[in-house]
């Protein structure tokens, strides 16, 4: 969809970046256990990527392969400006998710401002979000070395 005067704002502006999760109403209704696992479904759903990537043949299985395969693909999304950010985000919750899913220790945790970042077993926090923004954007990180780093820890 064109709407010239949303096109002139972003360029003076830049796109709307970033997801934040904050806690409904701070009711106790599960036990940390079911809350970090519902957060962790929440976080890895990434509609966008995953339609995408599967139009383009990528199976997304929370593998480091995936990972690799993401990064191998052409940046066709970079040439509409409504779909970057929202790539970017999912990119970055993929990362995350294949993160916390095969990194022994890794877990979501939520910063005081909703922004959900992975923390690792040596307490090192990766804001996945933005490298997710930044490949999508640019290609570098690339998705696989952001990985690979964290697996290293």
């Known amino acids: ?39 962790a479904d929440l976080l890895a759903e990434c509609e966008l ?9 990528v199976r997304l299985d929370d593998s480091a392969a995936s990972l690799e395969a993401l990064d191998q693909l052409p940046p066709r999304w970079r040439e509409d400006a409504e779909t970057l ?8 919750l993929y990362l995350g998710t294949v993160v916390v899913r095969t ?6 945790r939520i910063l005081p401002t909703g922004a959900p970042v992975v923390r690792l077993a040596s307490g090192r926090e990766i804001d996945v979000v933005t490298a ?7 290609g570098v990180p690339e998705l696989s070395q952001v990985y690979a780093e964290a697996a290293e820890t």
Do not use: C, T, Y
């Not at 990527?49 to 043949?57: I, K, T, V």
């Not at 990194?103 to 979501?108: E, L, Y």
């Not at 997710?132 to 640019?138: I, P, R």
């Open 49 to 57: 990527l995953r339609s995408q990537a599967s139009e383009a043949g």
């Open 103 to 108: 990194v022994p220790g890794a877990d979501w």
């Open 1 to 39: 969809m064109d709407i010239p005067f949303l096109g002139r704002w972003r360029k003076r502006h830049g796109s709307a970046f970033g997801v934040a999760v904050f806690p409904e109403g701070g009711e106790e209704r599960e036990g940390p256990a079911e809350r970090r696992e519902g957060l």
């Open 132 to 138: 997710g923004q930044e490949w999508a954007v640019s």
């Open 85 to 92: 950010p929202r790539l970017g985000n999912d990119a970055g």
